[in-house]
């Protein structure tokens, strides 16, 4: 298991392995992040932090929610959202 935490320690993710590779996403919200995002089951990751200490961000379609510091402002993952609008069928599961 490995933990971190954003700059101030507000919230703590902890992953069960180091990743065996990291993305460089080229969308418009990655490159404006400047993140390498790994992957993993999300049964396998823990947020943790106190009740306001973090919040959310998504557009277009909804699909991703990239959750911050409320405090700092650093970007500590994202969640795919239950569900989305898809644009041709109206509603999706993620």
């Keep these: 298991m490995l933990t971190g935490t ?4 507000a919230v703590r993710v902890t992953i069960p ?7 460089d996403c080229n969308c418009s ?3 404006r ?3 390498l995002w790994a992957y993993y089951t999300a049964s396998t990751v823990r947020v943790e932090a106190k009740r306001g200490a973090t919040e959310s961000y998504s557009w277009g379609r909804k699909a991703l929610r990239f959750v911050r510091c409320t405090t700092c402002g650093c970007i500590m ?3 795919r959202a239950l569900h989305f609008n898809s644009g041709s069928t109206g509603a999706s599961t993620a």
Excluded at 17 to 23: A, D, G, H, L, N
Aim: aromatic letters at 10%; a positive charge.
């Design 6 to 9: 954003c700059h101030c320690g």
């Design 17 to 23: 392995r180091k990743p065996r590779s990291v993305t």
């Design 29 to 31: 919200i990655c490159r």
């Design 33 to 35: 992040y400047g993140v």
């Design 77 to 79: 993952c994202w969640q």
